[in-house]
């Protein structure tokens, strides 16, 4: 069973900087596309951002210049470095992977990792 592993959540005063960090383990052959989505209280899950397996990104108009996805393949994990952050971040923060096992590509979701930008 493939499974994604989210870390590095925490409370955070507003303007600071938090790193999360979502590793894969499992049976993989290679990992295609990876994001990383936020649930806000009261709200829906949006996307927060997406990264190819060729690095390419796309960002929410929302967290543009101030947070960063990137990704180990080395070590079949994504991180989301956040900067400048704002109470309205607050939410819990989801991974999602493409991920190939025995040929074939599914989507799999990480169990979350709260984030709390608070005085």
């Known amino acids: 069973q493939v499974q994604l592993v989210e870390s590095g959540g925490g409370l955070v005063q507003p303007g600071g900087s938090l790193r999360l960090s979502c590793a894969a383990s499992?049976?993989?052959?290679?990992?295609?596309?990876m994001g990383w989505y936020r649930r806000a209280p009261g709200k829906q899950r949006e996307l927060v951002a997406t990264?190819?397996?060729?690095?390419?990104?796309n960002y929410a108009d929302s967290v543009k210049g101030r947070f960063t996805i990137s990704r180990d393949n080395a070590k079949n994990t994504v991180y989301l470095q956040m900067s400048s952050l704002k109470p309205e971040d607050t939410a819990v923060y989801y991974c999602?992977?493409?991920?190939?096992?025995?040929?074939?590509?599914?989507?799999?979701w990480g169990q979350g990792t709260q984030v709390t930008v608070s005085s």
């Open positions: 499992g049976r993989i052959f290679s990992i295609g596309a």
């Open positions: 999602n992977g493409e991920i190939v096992t025995m040929g074939s590509r599914a989507s799999y």
């Open positions: 990264i190819t397996s060729g690095s390419n990104t």
